[in-house]
Nanobody, 125 residues
Framework: QVQLVESGGGLVQTGGSLRLSCAAS????????MAWFRQAPGKEREFVAA????????YYGDSVKGRFTISGDIAKNTVYLQMNSLKPEDTAVYYC??????????????????WGQGTQVTVSS
């Protein structure tokens, strides 16, 4: 059974940084796409970033390009999201997601089969 466990959320001031981690277990994830989504109160779940283990290609949502970086350590089955220059509008619950067999990397939540429980990120103004 696939398990995804996020950590690293918290409270940070505008302009600060946080690094989220997602530890995956239960599979060999080399063929997977791993992604981060976020959801703010009253809003739909939003694509943040994704990484394909094979080849290491990365993808970003427009609102985070140039500020966030997704990376992974396949030996540890762990994906990271480095978030810099944080803004109050980045406040949300951040979710790790995973899916296998993607020909094209999915940018919507319905493309992913496995989800973590989420970690809260709050950016104060």
């Amino acid at each position: 059974q696939v398990q995804l466990v996020e950590s690293g959320g918290g409270l940070v001031q505008t302009g600060g940084s946080l690094r989220l981690s997602c530890a995956a277990s239960g599979r060999t994830f080399s063929s997977y796409v791993m992604a981060w989504f976020r959801q703010a109160p009253g809003k739909e779940r939003e694509f943040v970033a994704a990484i394909r283990w094979i080849g290491g290609n990365t993808y970003y949502g427009d609102s985070v390009k140039g500020r966030f970086t997704i990376s992974g350590d396949i030996a540890k089955n762990t994906v990271y999201l480095q978030m810099n220059s944080l803004k109050p509008e980045d406040t949300a619950v951040y979710y790790c997601a995973a899916s296998a067999g993607m020909v094209r990397v999915g940018l919507t939540s319905r493309a992913y089969n496995y989800w973590g429980q989420g970690t809260q990120v709050t950016v104060s103004s």
